[in-house]
């Protein structure tokens, strides 16, 4: 067991560029989150799969957000024609598939956008 | 909708004195009640959950919380603090209406002076 993986930790990008980051769980994880976290905030909720159906999507997510799990393994967010109030800490975290249980979050991904 | 309150951006506390982080919560139905823990430059780490049963819940490095649901209150404790124990502190919540959507505060920020 390796833990939640990050890819790649920092990336800068020019306004309007796309940006993906992938994530990697924990390998018996059914279920994958992804967050956003800027200075002085708690991870805010942006999707979730479990297995490779997309379950819920956050309304604070524009139609230049998309995430994907194709094979119920690894996810990448995409993120279109990027804008400066992008730029956060991107995190993802993975789950087993009972009810209660916690999640295990990744180092994430500082996405700086100029 | 489901919420959560951290009211305390800072907590100071001597090394050795007993430390207290606030969390108030609010969802529809019975909470999922999660600690998690920031360190510098890593990912968030659990703590430790309530999800039924006794209302005191022991955790990782000797932390604990009480559950108390006619306060709406799921406060994290520790008898006696350490140095080491300073870092950036976040509660979680989600309920149990078939959603896997958690909701996390906006964070404490525990500094423990020696």
Same mark, same amino acid.
């Given at each position: 067991?390796?833990?939640?993986?990050?890819?790649?930790?920092?990336?800068?990008?020019?306004?309007?560029?796309?940006?993906?980051?992938?994530?990697?769980?924990?390998?018996?994880?059914? #279920?994958?989150?992804w967050y956003r976290q800027t200075l002085g905030q708690g991870p805010e909720f942006l999707?979730?799969?479990?297995?490779?159906?997309?379950?819920?999507?956050s309304?604070l997510?524009?139609?230049?957000?998309?995430?994907?799990?194709?094979?119920?393994?690894?996810?990448?967010?995409?993120i279109? #024609?990027?804008e400066q109030g992008d730029s956060a800490m991107y995190l993802?975290?993975?789950?087993?598939?009972?009810?209660?249980?916690?999640?295990?979050?990744?180092?994430g991904t500082r996405l700086t956008v100029? | 909708? =489901? !919420?959560?309150? =951290?009211?305390?951006?800072?907590?100071?506390?001597?090394?050795?004195?007993? /430390?207290?982080?606030?969390?108030?919560? !609010?969802?529809?139905?019975?909470?999922? /009640?999660?600690?998690?823990?920031q360190?510098?430059?890593?990912?968030?780490?659990?703590?430790? @959950?309530?999800?039924?049963?006794?209302? /005191?819940? @022991?955790?990782?490095?000797?932390?604990?919380?009480?559950?108390?649901? !006619?306060?709406? !209150?799921?406060? /994290? @404790?520790?008898?006696?603090?350490?140095?080491?124990?300073?870092?950036l502190?976040f509660?979680?919540?989600?309920?149990?209406?078939?959603?896997?959507?958690?909701?996390f505060g906006t964070g404490?920020?525990? @500094?423990?002076?020696?």
């Amino acid at each position: 067991d390796t833990g939640v993986s990050q890819d790649p930790r920092h990336k800068i990008t020019k306004r309007g560029q796309n940006v993906t980051f992938r994530c990697d769980p924990i390998s018996e994880h059914n #279920r994958l989150y992804w967050y956003r976290q800027t200075l002085g905030q708690g991870p805010e909720f942006l999707t979730y799969f479990q297995n490779e159906a997309q379950l819920e999507k956050s309304r604070l997510l524009s139609d230049r957000f998309s995430a994907e799990r194709p094979k119920g393994s690894f996810s990448t967010l995409e993120i279109q #024609r990027t804008e400066q109030g992008d730029s956060a800490m991107y995190l993802c975290a993975s789950s087993p598939g009972l009810a209660g249980n916690e999640q295990y979050f990744g180092p994430g991904t500082r996405l700086t956008v100029t | 909708a =489901q !919420s959560v309150a =951290q009211p305390e951006d800072q907590v100071n506390v001597a090394e050795g004195n007993p /430390l207290t982080v606030k969390c108030t919560y !609010s969802v529809s139905g019975n909470p999922y /009640l999660f600690w998690y823990v920031q360190y510098p430059n890593r990912g968030l780490q659990f703590l430790l @959950k309530y999800i039924t049963g006794d209302n /005191l819940v @022991k955790g990782s490095y000797g932390f604990e919380a009480e559950f108390n649901k !006619s306060q709406t !209150s799921f406060h /994290l @404790k520790k008898p006696s603090a350490l140095v080491s124990d300073s870092a950036l502190y976040f509660c979680a919540v989600r309920d149990d209406s078939g959603t896997y959507k958690y909701i996390f505060g906006t964070g404490t920020r525990l @500094k423990v002076l020696a």
